[in-house]
């Protein structure tokens, strides 16, 4: 009941303030890294877009609303660090699945996709599936993940269901480094764990961006119970490090 009860209180801040979810929580602040080869738009294509956008149905876009900030390191390179911005769809209260940008205007590059579970379905992955995912309890507490722009009531009450949850993260274009084209194969991310792994100019950068500030966050969530992590997940900190291995030899890291 409790977990159905957080994201009772999410949703409802959700239906009744869609346009800052989306908009002003967005907060248009953040540009993309990478600009895309190719000529402008022609007048025909816009008038497709336009067109496309007046007339077609989407729901599976029209589900992504609730938006989420944090940070991630390619596995097995703490130090090839990144801000992603998540734009999430709450399936249920034990699923959500987000697709994740590198900025949040209009131009921002699809960079990858995060599937967050709950504790309960992350104990009944096999051992080997529990490697590919990491725990959400220091990101929370720290103040790192942030989701901009709902009352804070709100969010405190996200970040207490997210505390429990466990997510699995892989980058398909790796901004940090192609700045044209999304190249190589997709990359396996994790989050942080401990204090001094996040490298703290960037989130001072992010936290300036967004008028926030994450000492303040850590503080206010010290209310949050913070759980045990389930020993399957960060499997990195036992020297277990997974990345799938690239045909096209295409650096991913710095």
Same mark, same amino acid.
């Given at each position: 009941m409790a977990a159905t009860r957080t994201f009772l209180v999410l949703k409802t801040a959700c239906a009744s303030a869609a346009a800052l979810l989306l908009g002003a929580c967005a907060a248009d602040?953040?540009?993309?890294?990478?600009?895309?080869?190719?000529?402008?738009?022609?007048?025909?294509?816009?008038?497709?877009?336009?067109?496309?956008?007046?007339?077609?149905?989407?729901?599976?876009? &029209?589900?992504?609303?609730?938006?989420?900030?944090?940070?991630?390191? @390619?596995n097995g390179d703490m130090?090839?660090?990144? %801000?992603?911005?998540? @734009?999430?769809?709450?399936?249920? &209260? %034990?699923?959500?699945?987000?697709?994740?940008?590198?900025?949040?205007?209009? &131009?921002a590059k699809l960079m990858g996709v995060e599937y967050i579970i709950s504790e309960r379905l992350f104990t009944?992955?096999?051992?080997? %599936?529990?490697?590919?995912?990491?725990?959400?309890?220091? %990101?929370?507490?720290?103040?790192?993940?942030?989701?901009?722009?709902?009352?804070?009531?709100?969010?405190?009450?996200?970040?207490?269901?997210?505390v429990h949850t466990?997510?699995?993260?892989?980058?398909?274009?790796?901004?940090?480094?192609?700045? &044209?084209?999304?190249?190589?194969v997709p990359q396996l991310m994790m989050g942080f764990t401990a204090d001094g792994q996040a490298d703290p100019q960037k989130v001072a950068e992010r936290d300036q961006r967004f008028g926030i500030d994450s000492a303040q966050k850590r503080k206010d969530r010290a209310d949050i119970p913070a759980p045990a992590v389930a020993p399957g997940a960060d499997a990195w900190r036992r020297g277990q490090v997974f990345q799938i291995a690239d045909p096209t030899q295409t650096p991913h890291r710095h």
């Open positions: 602040n953040t540009a993309s890294n990478v600009v895309a080869p190719g000529d402008a738009p022609s007048p025909t294509t816009r008038t497709l877009d336009a067109g496309a956008a007046l007339l077609q149905s989407r729901p599976p876009i &029209d589900a992504l609303n609730a938006y989420l900030d944090g940070f991630h390191f @390619y130090k090839a660090q990144m %801000e992603a911005h998540h @734009y999430c769809a709450i399936l249920n &209260d %034990e699923v959500i699945q987000c697709v994740i940008y590198d900025g949040n205007r209009k &131009d009944g992955l096999p051992k080997a %599936e529990q490697a590919l995912w990491h725990s959400h309890v220091h %990101e929370v507490k720290s103040g790192q993940l942030v989701a901009p722009g709902i009352p804070e009531v709100a969010e405190h009450a996200l970040m207490e269901k997210l466990y997510g699995k993260t892989w980058h398909t274009w790796h901004t940090d480094l192609h700045k &044209d084209l999304p190249l190589g």
